[in-house]
């Protein structure tokens, strides 16, 4: 169902997320659980000890959906 006048207004309409990011006081805590409860998968390497990125999918059109958790408080 689409929401009215979505699409008229903003002359799109959204077919994926390509990122989600979180902000958290512990990335590693974060991302082990959600590895652990649904699977999410930890990519390749560390850009930094204060960013981890999972792999939700293979989004749209070969573009990943990722989880970014970013270090930092509300």
């Given at each position: 169902?689409?929401k ?36 999410l ?11 981890v990125?999972l792999r939700?999918g ?17």
């Amino acid at each position: 169902m689409e929401k009215p006048g979505y699409t008229v207004r903003h002359g799109f309409r959204p077919r994926a997320l390509g990122e989600i990011a979180l902000r958290c006081r512990d990335p590693e805590g974060v991302a082990a659980f959600y590895e652990g409860a649904i699977g999410l998968e930890r990519m390749e390497g560390r850009h930094s000890p204060d960013i981890v990125f999972l792999r939700i999918g293979t989004g749209f059109g070969g573009h990943r959906a990722i989880l970014a958790l970013f270090r930092g408080g509300a």
